[in-house]
């Protein structure tokens, strides 16, 4: 840990991949927090919602500053605590960066979520094979675009870990963990191992998250309490 005064709140169950941005950011950076379950199987309270009104997780405190939003937190966190490391000192190199984060949440997640909400989240009855196979279908074409960059190099930007890496890479854990129809894309492959070697990554991303909604909300409670 590092001798930051203050000690960052995070408010967010352990199992939210967009909470477990934060809590790898957090883990890279060295700096100390406390994380606070909230949302999902453990309810949203008033306090809560006068933090962040759209209640939902993450949302950070540090120091008098609260902020919510994952991607905004972890360019918060990059910028305030790595410059020079998790965000790039160069301009240009932070502008990409930033263009992958983006990529990540506006353009990627979206196949990602079809398969991962009708495969994972919703109840059997409630899944629709369909929403899962066009899932497949349009994340195997984004995947593309990431095999295209990572034949050129080790990380999103240059061949270092960034903030870029953070969104898209705790969406690669569950992309890879799920029993599902994946194209062969070595180059992102090789990028998910090198995810996976790394300690922070380990035990802030690689939580296991069930194959149906009963062992998600099992899994959610396991995690209660656990930083």
Known sequence: MNSNANRITVWGRRNSMNVQKVMWTLGELGLDYLRNDMAGSFGVDDQYKAKNPNAVVPTIEDGELTLYESNACVRYLARQYGTGSL????????????????WQCSTFGSG????FMNKIRVPAEKSSQDQITKGEQQTARLLQQLETKLEQTDYLVGNTLTMADIPIGAMLYRYFMMEIERPSVPAVSAYYQRLTARPEYQKHVMIPFGR??????????RNAGLQ
Request: net charge negative.
């Open 87 to 102: 965000c790039p000192s160069n301009l240009k190199d932070a502008a990409l960066a930033d263009q992958w984060m983006d």
């Open 212 to 221: 149906n909604s009963d062992e998600w909300l099992s899994e959610e409670q």
């Open 112 to 115: 990602f979520f079809m398969i």
